[in-house]
């Protein structure tokens, strides 16, 4: 499977964004994906992930604020932020394993490349 992010940008504090990971190779069902964001000089973090059931799982940093979608027909799962803040500002990487706690840890199978988020002040 390969995985393809896209929708990044320059926003505002408090801006929405929405990122899209279409998958090629494999449909999303039986497959959990997930997003996970690196700053510069940081290490890469998870942000959030959900599994083929709707099954979900989100960094505490983000919790209210950001929803993982997915959109069967497209084969794409979408990280829709909300409230964003400038500590958000980090290239974001969507993954995929076969179980949603995989992906949690970061042992996944596919990493799509990354897409850059910078939220100015």
């Known amino acids: 499977v390969q995985l393809q992010a896209s929708g990044g940008g320059l926003v505002q504090a408090g801006d929405s964004l929405r990122l899209s990971c279409a998958a090629s190779g494999r449909t999303f069902s039986n497959y959990a994906t997930g997003w996970f964001r690196q700053a510069p000089g940081k290490e890469r973090e998870f942000v959030g992930a959900r599994d083929w059931s709707g099954l979900t799982n989100y960094a505490d940093s983000v919790k209210g604020r950001f929803t993982i979608s997915r959109d069967g027909a497209k084969n794409t799962v979408y990280l829709q932020m909300n409230s964003l803040k400038p500590d958000d500002t980090a290239t974001y990487y969507c993954?995929?394993?076969?179980?949603?706690?995989?992906?949690?840890?970061?042992?996944?199978?596919?990493w799509g490349q990354g897409t850059q988020v910078t939220v100015s002040s």
């Open positions: 993954a995929g394993a076969r179980l949603l706690r995989l992906v949690v840890v970061g042992n996944v199978d596919t």
